[in-house]
C-alpha cells in the first residue's frame, strides 16, 4: 500500500503543500495582496481579471481555491467597494475549519496600513500553521490533475499514454485523478462515454463535449476537422488526435463529468477517474481543477511548457527528448525514451507515478524551484451561455 | 533498427518512432516492451505515422490506444502505411473532409 506524506486540515483533507494564500477578491486590491506575500514564507497572492460584480464561476472558484487542502489559511484582502465581497468568498472557505481573515483597504486606510495588518496577520497564521507535520495517508486522500499544453508529434506517442499508466495506478490504489480540455475531446463523445459507470454519466460526458463543439463552432471553428500539420504529423482523424490527449487520463471508468457553472463547482465524491467541464487553457485549467480539490498537477507538453501554479506543484513531463535536454529547467521527466525504444510505456509510467508521490510528500518539483506563482480564472461568457441555450 | 510503438494491446496500428526509408525492417513493440512483429517497409514512413499490423479489409476499425480511430477506406496490408488514403473519420464523413491550415 503506497503512502504519501501531508498535512492533514481540520476538515480531514489533506494538503500537500502548506500555503497562505491571500485572495484579493477584484484585481483593484492585487497590488497590496502581492506586497504582503513578498513579506512572509510560503504566502502567495491571486486574484481574478472578471470584473467585481458577482459572477458565481468566478466565485465558486475562489472559494474551491481557498477551501484546498494545500493552503493552510486564508487572508481576504478586499478593496471595499466590490459587489462581489470578502465576506461571499469567506463564508465559503471557512467552514474547511482552516484560518480566515479579512482586510479591507477603504477601511484600513489605504494600501501602507493594509499591508502592515495583513502581514501581521500572516505572519501570526504562519506560526500557527508551522506546527503542522507532515504524516502518512492513503493515496485515496490525493487528488490529481492532468493537464496538456504545448503539445507536439511526441505527446500522444509518450508522454500521454506514460502518464495515463501511472493515472491507472494511482486510481487503482485509491486515489482520484481529474482531467479536463474538453475541446481536446471532440470526436470522442461515445468512447468516453461507453466509459462512464452509469447511462446518466454518459449522457453528461455526451453533452459536455457537445456543447463545446457547439460553442467552437459559434466562434466559426469546425471542431471535427485537423490542421495540415497534424495530418503531416500522422495524425489521420480527429478521434485520432483527441484519443492521444485524453490517453494522459488513463483507460479506468469515468466517475462523472464535475460542473462549473453559475450553480456550482462540483468535486470529486470519492476515488477513480473524473472529468471536469472546464477550459483548454492551461493556466485557468490548472486552477479550476484545483478549485475542484487536486493537490498534484501532471503537466504534459512536446514543445515545452514552463507553466506551473501558486498552490499546487506541478510536474512537466515530455515525449521529446530534445526539449527536455534543451528546457532542462523546466522539464523533470523524460518520458522520450519511449520513442527511442530504449525504455518501455510500463516503465515510464511508473516513474511518473512515483514522481507523484515524491511531489506530493514535499519533493519541489521545476516550476516550484523557480518559484513560479501561475494562477488564473476561467470564466464563461454567460450572455454567450444563454445565447446557446446552455443555462 | 527501425522501431515502431504499440501503444494499446488491442491496437492493429503501431507508430513508428522515426523515419522509415522503404524496404527497411520495422520492430514493433508492445506496450510491455516485447518485439511482436518486424513487417518491411513498403515505402517510405515518416515519423509519428503509422503502420499496420495485420491485414485488414475496406471498412475494418482502425484501432489505436484500444479505440477506433476510423475506418480501413481499402484492404490495407500488414506493414502498410496508414493514413488518409486508406483511413476515413467514422465522426467526420469523407464527403465533408478537408484540410483546414493551422
Given at each position: 500500500m503506497t503512502e504519501f506524506y501531508g498535512y492533514e486540515r481540520p476538515d480531514r483533507s489533506v494538503g500537500v503543500r502548506n500555503h497562505l494564500l491571500v485572495i484579493a477578491p477584484i484585481d483593484c486590491s492585487f497590488e497590496p495582496a502581492r506586497r504582503i506575500t513578498d513579506q512572509v514564507e510560503n504566502a502567495v497572492a491571486v486574484t481574478q481579471h472578471h470584473g467585481c460584480g458577482v459572477n458565481e464561476m468566478v466565485v465558486n472558484t475562489l472559494i474551491g481555491v481557498g477551501c484546498?487542502?494545500?493552503?493552510a489559511g486564508v487572508l481576504l484582502l478586499g478593496l471595499g467597494c466590490?459587489?462581489?465581497?470578502s465576506e461571499i468568498l469567506a463564508d465559503g472557505i471557512v467552514k474547511t475549519g482552516k484560518p480566515v481573515q479579512t482586510v479591507i483597504c477603504q477601511n484600513e486606510g489605504g494600501t501602507l496600513k493594509s499591508i502592515e495588518k495583513g502581514a501581521h496577520i500572516l505572519k501570526k497564521m504562519t506560526q500557527q500553521t508551522a506546527e503542522t507535520r507532515r504524516e502518512p495517508f492513503p493515496l485515496s486522500k490525493l487528488t490529481l490533475a492532468i493537464e496538456c499544453g504545448g503539445s507536439d508529434a511526441t505527446s500522444g506517442l509518450a508522454a500521454n499514454p506514460a502518464t495515463g499508466i501511472a493515472a491507472d495506478m494511482l486510481i487503482d490504489e485509491g486515489g482520484t485523478v481529474i482531467f479536463s480540455e474538453p475541446q481536446e475531446m471532440t470526436g470522442t463523445q461515445n468512447i468516453l462515454a461507453k466509459r462512464a459507470v452509469n447511462e446518466q454519466i454518459a449522457e453528461a460526458i455526451r453533452r459536455m463535449i457537445d456543447h463545446e463543439e457547439q460553442r467552437m463552432k459559434a466562434m466559426g471553428i469546425d471542431s471535427r476537422f485537423i490542421t495540415k500539420g497534424n495530418l503531416d504529423g500522422g495524425l489521420t482523424t480527429i478521434e485520432e488526435k483527441s484519443l492521444g490527449a485524453i490517453r494522459k487520463g488513463g483507460t479506468r471508468s469515468i466517475q462523472g463529468v464535475l460542473e462549473n457553472n453559475w450553480s456550482r463547482l462540483d468535486k470529486p465524491s470519492h476515488g477513480g477517474l473524473w472529468l471536469q467541464?472546464?477550459?483548454?487553457?492551461d493556466i485557468p485549467s490548472v486552477t479550476h481543477m484545483v478549485a475542484a480539490g487536486a493537490q498534484v498537477v501532471a503537466f504534459t507538453t512536446g514543445r515545452g511548457s514552463t507553466t506551473g501554479h501558486a498552490i499546487a506543484p506541478v510536474f512537466k513531463i515530455t515525449g521529446n527528448s530534445e526539449t527536455y535536454a534543451r528546457m532542462t529547467d523546466n522539464m523533470d521527466i523524460n518520458a522520450g525514451a519511449v520513442i527511442d525504444g530504449s525504455e518501455t510505456l510500463q516503465v515510464v509510467g511508473e516513474r511518473i507515478f512515483n514522481t507523484i508521490i515524491e511531489v506530493a510528500s514535499g519533493k519541489k518539483t521545476k516550476t516550484e524551484a523557480l518559484g513560479y506563482r501561475d494562477f488564473a480564472v476561467f470564466a464563461r461568457d454567460r450572455i454567450a451561455e444563454h445565447l446557446l441555450g446552455f443555462c | 533498427m527501425k522501431k515502431a510503438i504499440q501503444i494499446d494491446e488491442k491496437d492493429n496500428v503501431a507508430t513508428v518512432t522515426s523515419e522509415v526509408p522503404s524496404g527497411e525492417t520495422i520492430e514493433v513493440l508492445s506496450p510491455k516492451g516485447v518485439v511482436i512483429l518486424k513487417p518491411k517497409a513498403f515505402e517510405i514512413i515518416l515519423f509519428g505515422h503509422k503502420i499496420a499490423l495485420a491485414d485488414l479489409k475496406r471498412g475494418a476499425p482502425i484501432i489505436k490506444y484500444g479505440e477506433r480511430i476510423g475506418l480501413a477506406s481499402r484492404s490495407i496490408k500488414i506493414g502498410e502505411w496508414v493514413h488518409t488514403h486508406n483511413v476515413e473519420s467514422a465522426v467526420v464523413p469523407t464527403s465533408e473532409f478537408k484540410v483546414e491550415d493551422a
Open positions: 484546498n487542502p494545500n493552503v466590490e459587489t462581489l465581497t467541464d472546464g477550459t483548454e487553457r | -
